[in-house]
C-alpha cells in the first residue's frame, strides 16, 4: 500500500488529529487515570523532549492533541501522584516492547520493518502472552500494535508494585533468557542433569520453546559464540528434527555436549533480543500512545482486541494514506 | 524438631517466649556442653572451642561461618555440635539473641546484618543435607505450610524473595501462576521439584531473618535494647573486623600502584566517562560508573574473594574516596548531556548510598553501612540497561564483569612492559 511506512507529513497530522481521531480509540485502563500519568510529545521528530505533560481531563487532552498534532505523543506506564512532577508513585504496568526492526532472527532480511517481520513480531507476542497466562496466570493483558511492532501491557493487580528486578526476571522468564539449571542430587549424592528439552513444564518448557523458535528462524548469518560455520550448517540442515520434538537427535547431531552446550547459550542471548529490555525494567517509561499517530511510518498506534486476526497493514493504516491509494 | 531449620516457626517462637531472663544467657549450662561433649565426631581437645552458655553459642555461630567461608583454617570437627539436632533448643534462642544484638546495634544493610542472614542460610543448608532423606521432606513440607501457607503458592509469595535475587524465576516450575513445590510432577521433573525445593527453604529462611533483623532495627530506635545485647553486638562487631582486618604493610610504591588505570578501563566504562545522554545517564553514572571506580581502586578482588568488605576497610580515613574516586564519578555525571546534577541532583546521595554511606551528600565514616557498597552492574546487566554504552571488543568476549576486564587488561599490560612483579589474577592492592 502507497505510503505506509512513509514519514506523515505536517498536513497529514493535523488532518489525522482533527478527522479521525477520537478520545473513544484511547482503552479505557488509560482514559480512566488520565489524570495521573505523565504524557509525552515529539513534536519535531526529534524525539519526546516534551515532557512532564499532565491532563486533568480527556477535554483538555483532546483540545491538545487536535491542535498540536504531534509527531509522536506517549503516556506513562506509571500513575503518579503528581505526574507533572513524576512524584508520588503509585504502580506501573508491566510492559513487553517487542519492536519489528530488532528481531535477531530475521528471514525477511528487510533494512526497516516488512509485512513478514511484522507478522513474526505478532507470532512472539503470542508466544509471550501464552507464557504470562499459562506459567505466570496473569489475566489483564493487553496488545497495543506499536506501529512498528507491539506492547504487551499487563495490568493484573499483583504486577502493578513489582520493583525492576522482578520485571527483569519475568522479562527472563518470558523470553527463555537464562538456559535452565535442570541439575539435581541423586540419592547417592551424585549431580545429574537434564536437558531442558526432557522437561515439559514450566520454564524448559518455555525455553524449549523460544529455543525452537529461534533455531527454526536462523538465517545463518548470526554469530553464536563458539558455533563454526560448519555446525552452522548442520543446524540449518537438521533443524526441522526439533519441529517434531527430536531434540535428543538434533543435539546428537549438532556435535558433542559442549557444542550443544554453546548453541543453547547462544540461543538464549539472542532471545534476551526478541524483548527490549529497557522498557520492561524502568518504571517511569512512557509509551506510545494508544490512538495516537506513529509519523515516522504512517501508522496508527492500535489497541489489539483479537490478535490472530489483526493485521496491522489493514487495521492501523490511517485515511490520509488510504486517500493516497 | 522444625525449629531447628526454622526459627520463626510456632515452637520456636514458644520457645524463645519462655526462655526468659537476659542476663542468665552468659550463665554455664550443663546440659548445653553435655550436648557438645556427646555429638558424634565432635572435637574436644581444646576447652575454648566448646560454648559453655547461650552467649558463647552466639558467638561461635558466628566464628563458625567466617572460618567455614575462609576455608583454610576451617576445621569442620570443631563445630559439629552445630548439626546436632539435640542442640535445637538451645540453637534457636542463641539465633534470636544474635539477631536482637545485631538488629539492635547495626544497620540492616551493615556488614555484620549480612554476615548474620548468609550465615542463617548456609546453617539451614547444612542441616538439611545432613538429613535424611524422608525427614528432609517432612521437613521441608512443614516449613513450606508454614511460611508460604502451601506447597504450590502463587509465585508473587516468592515476591521478595525475587527482589533480593535470592531465588530466580526461571529456576521455578510455574503452572497457571502456581509455583509446582509438591509431588504432583511426575517423572524426572519430580527431581527437579526436589531440587527446588530444597533451595527454597534457606531463601526463604534468609528474608525472614532480614527482615527480622529490620523490624528489630525499628524498635530499638524507640527502646533502648538490653545492654547484654549491645556487649554482645560489640563482640560481633570486634569478631567480623578481625576477619576483614587488612595488615597494613603495603609500601608507598604498590599503593601507587594501585592508582586507577584509565588505560586498563573497558569500554563501557570509557564511554561512561565521555559522558552520557539523558535516559541512560542515571544507571550509568549510579549504577556502572559507582561501583566500578569503588571497586578498581580500593578491591579489584571483590569477585575473586567475595567477602563483604566496607570501603573504609581499604580507605580509613576516606582520602582516597573523596579525593581520587568522587572527582571522577562528579566529572563524569558533568559531561552527561544535560550534566546529570542539573536536573537529578538527588543522584548525588544515590553515588554515596551505592558506596554504602546511605542517603547522604558525601560520604562520611558515621554513615557507613547504611546502604551496602555495590559492585559494578554486570555485562549481562548493562546489556539490558545501558545497551548504548557496550561496544565490546575482544577481551569483553571473555569476561562478565567490566570490573574482571579491568584486572585482565592491567595484568596484561603490565606483562607486555615486563613488569615481573605481576600480581596472579585479581590480588589485592
Redesign the interface.
Known amino acids: 500500500m502507497i505510503g505506509i511506512f512513509q514519514e506523515a507529513t505536517p498536513e497529514d497530522r493535523k488532518k489525522y488529529y482533527t478527522r479521525e481521531w477520537r478520545i473513544e480509540k484511547i482503552p479505557d485502563f488509560i482514559r480512566e487515570n488520565i489524570h495521573l500519568r505523565e504524557f509525552g510529545f515529539d513534536h519535531t521528530g526529534q524525539g519526546p523532549s516534551d515532557r512532564y505533560r499532565f491532563f486533568r481531563d480527556e477535554k483538555l487532552f483532546t483540545k491538545f492533541l487536535r491542535y498540536r498534532a504531534p509527531y509522536a505523543a506517549y503516556s506513562s506506564v506509571a500513575l503518579y501522584d503528581r505526574p507533572w512532577k513524576r512524584e508520588g508513585w503509585i504502580s506501573s504496568e508491566l510492559v513487553f516492547d517487542v519492536d519489528a526492526k530488532d528481531i535477531p532472527v530475521r528471514p525477511c532480511k528487510c533494512d526497516n520493518i516488512c509485512e513478514k517481520c511484522l507478522d513474526q513480531a505478532k507470532e512472539i507476542v503470542a508466544m509471550i502472552t501464552d507464557t504470562l497466562r499459562?506459567?505466570?496466570?496473569?489475566q489483564e493483558i493487553h496488545i497495543i500494535y506499536s506501529g512498528r511492532g507491539y506492547h504487551i501491557r499487563v495490568l493484573d493487580p499483583?504486577v502493578l508494585k513489582?520493583?525492576s528486578?522482578?520485571r527483569?526476571?519475568?522479562l527472563?522468564?518470558v523470553i527463555g533468557?537464562?538456559v535452565?539449571?535442570?541439575?539435581?542430587?541423586?540419592?547417592d549424592g551424585s549431580i545429574?542433569g537434564?536437558d531442558h528439552f526432557?522437561?515439559?513444564?514450566?520454564?524448559?518448557s518455555v525455553?524449549t520453546e523460544r529455543s525452537r523458535y529461534i533455531i527454526l528462524h536462523l538465517s545463518g548469518d548470526e554469530k553464536i559464540?563458539g558455533i563454526t560455520r560448519q555446525t552452522m550448517n548442520k543446524i540449518l540442515e537438521y533443524r526441522d528434527l526439533i519441529k517434531s520434538d527430536k531434540w535428543g537427535e538434533f543435539k546428537g547431531i549438532v556435535g558433542p555436549e559442549w557444542v550443544y552446550d554453546k548453541l543453547v547459550r547462544g540461543v538464549a542471548k539472542l532471545n534476551?533480543q526478541l524483548v527490549d529490555?529497557?522498557v520492561t525494567?524502568d518504571l517511569k517509561r512512557i509509551l506510545r500512545l494508544p490512538s495516537s499517530l506513529h509519523s515516522k511510518v504512517s501508522m496508527i498506534c492500535t489497541y489489539v482486541r483479537d490478535l490472530e486476526s489483526f493485521d496491522p497493514l489493514v487495521d492501523a493504516v490511517p485515511d490520509f494514506v488510504k486517500e493516497r491509494v | 524438631m522444625m525449629f531447628f531449620i526454622n526459627p520463626f516457626s510456632q515452637e520456636a517462637k514458644e520457645l524463645v517466649r519462655d526462655s526468659g531472663d537476659l542476663d542468665k544467657i552468659i550463665e554455664e549450662d550443663a546440659r548445653l556442653i553435655s550436648i557438645i561433649e556427646y555429638t558424634r565426631g565432635q572435637r574436644l581437645d581444646d576447652d575454648s572451642r566448646i560454648p559453655g552458655s547461650l552467649w558463647e553459642l552466639s558467638l561461635k555461630r558466628i566464628e563458625w561461618y567466617l572460618e567455614k567461608r575462609g576455608r583454610r583454617r576451617y576445621q569442620p570437627g570443631y563445630y559439629r555440635f552445630l548439626f546436632n539436632p539435640e542442640i535445637a533448643e538451645f540453637d534457636v534462642i542463641a539465633f534470636h539473641i544474635l539477631a536482637q544484638a545485631i538488629g539492635a546495634k547495626f544497620n540492616p544493610n551493615s556488614r555484620e546484618s549480612r554476615i548474620f542472614i548468609e550465615l542463617e542460610a548456609e546453617i539451614v543448608k547444612e542441616r538439611l543435607s545432613r538429613m535424611e532423606n524422608r525427614e528432609r521432606e517432612r521437613v521441608i513440607s512443614g516449613i513450606l505450610g508454614e511460611m508460604l501457607d502451601s506447597e504450590t503458592p502463587h509465585w508473587t509469595k516468592l515476591e521478595k524473595l525475587l527482589e533480593n535475587k535470592r531465588i530466580k524465576l526461571t529456576e521455578l516450575i510455574l503452572k497457571d501462576g502456581k509455583v509446582i513445590l509438591d509431588k504432583s510432577a511426575t517423572g524426572r521433573t519430580q527431581q527437579i521439584v526436589k531440587s527446588i525445593r530444597e533451595n527454597i527453604i534457606p531463601a526463604l529462611i534468609m528474608q525472614e531473618t532480614q527482615e527480622y533483623i529490620y523490624k528489630i532495627h525499628e524498635m530499638a530506635a524507640k527502646i533502648e535494647p538490653h545492654p547484654i545485647l549491645a556487649e554482645l553486638a560489640e563482640k560481633i562487631r570486634e569478631r567480623i573486623s578481625r576477619e576483614f582486618f587488612i595488615p597494613r604493610k603495603t609500601s608507598p610504591g604498590t599503593l601507587k600502584a594501585s592508582k586507577l588505570d584509565f588505560d586498563a578501563f573497558p569500554p563501557c566504562i570509557k564511554n561512561t566517562i565521555k559522558g552520557v545522554q539523558a535516559g541512560n545517564r542515571n544507571d550509568a553514572i549510579v549504577l556502572l560508573l559507582t561501583g566500578f571506580l569503588s571497586y578498581a581502586r580500593l578491591y579489584p578482588a571483590v569477585f575473586k574473594e567475595r567477602k563483604p568488605h566496607k570501603v573504609s576497610d581499604f580507605d580509613p580515613t576516606l582520602s582516597i574516596t573523596l579525593n581520587e574516586i568522587l572527582p571522577i564519578i562528579y566529572e563524569a555525571a558533568d559531561n552527561c548531556r544535560p550534566p546529570l546534577f542539573q536536573d537529578d541532583p538527588q543522584e548525588k546521595l544515590n553515588i554515596t548510598a551505592k558506596l554504602g554511606f546511605g542517603l547522604h551528600e558525601t560520604p562520611s565514616l558515621e554513615n557507613e553501612g547504611e546502604t551496602k557498597w555495590y559492585t559494578p552492574m554486570s555485562c549481562e546487566k548493562i546489556k539490558i540497561h545501558l545497551p548504548i554504552l557496550c561496544k565490546p571488543d575482544s577481551l569483553c568476549e571473555k569476561i562478565q564483569n567490566p570490573l574482571t576486564y579491568y584486572n585482565k587488561r592491567r595484568w596484561q599490560k603490565r606483562k607486555e612492559e615486563g613488569d615481573r612483579d605481576i600480581p596472579r589474577g585479581n590480588t589485592r592492592r
Do not use: C, K, N, W
Open positions: 499459562d506459567d505466570l496466570g496473569l499483583v513489582l520493583d528486578e522482578v527483569s526476571q519475568i527472563r522468564y533468557g537464562d535452565p539449571d535442570l541439575s539435581y542430587t541423586g540419592l545429574h537434564l526432557m522437561v515439559p513444564l514450566g520454564y524448559p525455553f559464540e534476551l529490555a529497557r525494567v
